[in-house]
């Protein structure tokens, strides 16, 4: 038996690379050039997530969980609520248009 989850979420969740630049960067005193050379990736590829063009990868997820302590899960998950909530807003047409199914 489905429990009906329909409550939409009104607002726009956290972009990792928002947490990122706006959270952790400063908490420890990082900068982008700092943070991609401790990580072991490119400049342009920090630069592009804290921009919020690029997503957090698993492997990323992985980095970031063992410079700042905390669990792969916990980015992996802020990046799934954004991605979730993003294609919300962009399907929001096509996605009226399916009509759910009642169970017999």
Request: proline share 7%; hydrophobic share 35%.
């Amino acid at each position: 038996m489905a429990i009906p989850n329909t409550k939409k979420r009104e607002t726009r969740p956290t972009h990792p690379g928002e947490m990122l630049r706006e959270d952790f960067m400063p908490d420890y005193g990082l900068k982008t050039t700092s943070m991609a050379k401790v990580l072991g990736v490119s400049r342009q590829t920090i630069n592009e997530i804290l921009r919020e063009r690029r997503a957090i990868s698993p492997a990323m997820a992985l980095r970031l969980s063992r410079l700042f302590g905390n669990s792969p899960e916990f980015w992996l998950d802020v990046q799934h609520s954004w991605d979730l909530w993003d294609s919300e807003q962009r399907y929001s047409k096509e996605l009226s248009q399916i009509q759910p199914l009642n169970a017999a």
